[in-house]
């Protein structure tokens, strides 16, 4: 699968960005998928992950309630949205896939990365 994630930028603190990840290569349906977020100095985490119909969702305790995770199947397409955004919210955003859904969520063993998006949050 090869994944291309778009829409990063610059954005003052309570503004919105909304990024997307457009895959191409594979079935993708057959894929769950994710978010992930690396800061400087610090690890690439999960942000968001998706089951591969879109019925499940998972959010890390950070971003819960502000971002929003959802997939079109017919568009191959997974996007993030990420509304009240915050200064530690900035950092690059990785869009990823898996054949197995908690893999996503953890991280560990992902398969397929895309590119990362730069997302820098102002104060």
């Known amino acids: 699968v090869q994944l291309q994630a778009s829409g990063g930028g610059l954005v003052q603190a309570g503004g919105s960005l909304r990024l997307s990840c457009a895959a191409s290569g594979r079935t993708f349906s057959n894929y769950a998928m994710g978010w992930f977020r690396q800061a400087p100095g610090k690890e690439r985490e999960c942000v968001a992950a998706i089951t591969r119909s879109g019925a499940g969702t998972y959010y890390a305790d950070p971003v819960k309630g502000r971002f929003t995770i959802s997939r079109d199947n017919a568009k191959n397409t997974v996007d993030l949205q990420m509304n009240s955004l915050k200064p530690e919210d900035t950092a690059v955003y990785y869009c990823?896939?898996?054949?197995?859904?908690?893999?996503?969520?953890?991280?560990?063993?992902?398969?397929?990365w895309g590119k990362g998006t730069q997302v820098t949050v102002s104060s």
């Open positions: 990823a896939a898996h054949l197995i859904y908690t893999t996503v969520v953890t991280g560990t063993g992902i398969n397929y």
